[in-house]
């Protein structure tokens, strides 16, 4: 599997977008990226997934690069309860895919 | 409606024990996942059922773990003379097909301490 890169730790301001960065030099044409979040003493929880184009949901955006090297996932009004790890990974298809999680991104959404 | 459920949610074992951890899946889902997760760690990948079948159990780290999931539904991990080092908490993962685009939801884990 690609390996990721992200930042250990990042700080936001309430109300304001959070923009979470993540690089995959290695990833291939047929891997995908995806976000999952763990808030403290729970179990992870999706956000958001895409191949190469730019994904939005109810939770998040996601931007890919065009050459997919790197990604961002953009929270776009950032509230206390979204402190938690961010975990960006990349992953091929497959039926026993397995999730691959490095350690993460601390944000830390301050009031 | 009801999500993943794991218990216990804490166990504490002596060194040398025998220790089973249930993971009851959302109904229905076909895919049931494992992770261990070490303290300020990423979790790890320790094995994939597709309904009853153990399709991928490597990730398990030794033959003391031992994984089942008899009827397709509740899985449980087991780990026998329990060592230090198996001090984690151990998620549960479920995913309704096999499509790996499918989300996978995770359970609120089973933290274990080994004393």
């Known amino acids: 599997d690609a390996k990721t890169t992200q930042p250990t730790s990042m700080d936001c301001a309430e109300g304001r977008a959070a923009n979470l960065p993540c690089n995959h030099s290695t990833i291939s044409g047929n891997e995908y990226v995806y976000w999952y979040r763990q808030i403290h003493s729970q179990g992870p929880q999706y956000i958001i997934h895409?191949?190469?184009n730019n994904e939005t949901n109810e939770m998040a955006s996601l931007i890919i690069t065009e050459d997919r090297k790197s990604s961002t996932l953009i929270l776009p009004h950032a509230t206390l309860r979204d402190t938690a790890v961010y975990y960006c990974?990349?992953?091929?298809?497959?039926?026993?895919?397995?999730?691959?999680f490095g350690k993460g991104t601390l944000l830390t959404v301050n009031p | 409606g009801a999500g993943v459920s794991q218990s216990p949610r804490y166990k504490v074992a002596k060194r040398g024990q025998d220790v089973a951890l249930r993971c009851d899946p959302i109904s229905g889902h076909v895919s049931l996942f494992w992770y261990q997760q070490a303290l300020g760690q990423g979790p790890e990948f320790l094995t994939y059922?597709?309904?009853?079948?153990?399709?991928?159990k490597s990730g398990l780290p030794s033959d003391r773990f031992f994984a089942e999931r008899p009827e397709g539904s509740v899985s449980t991990l087991k780990i026998q003379r329990t060592q230090q080092e198996d001090s984690a908490v151990y998620l549960c993962?479920?995913?309704?097909?096999?499509?790996?685009?499918?989300?996978?939801?995770f359970g609120p884990g089973t933290r274990l301490l080994v004393l």
């Open positions: 990974i990349v992953s091929p298809g497959g039926s026993n895919y397995k999730l691959t």
């Open positions: 059922f597709q309904n009853e079948a153990q399709l991928d």
């Open positions: 895409g191949l190469k």
């Open positions: 993962a479920s995913r309704l097909g096999l499509d790996p685009q499918e989300t996978q939801y």
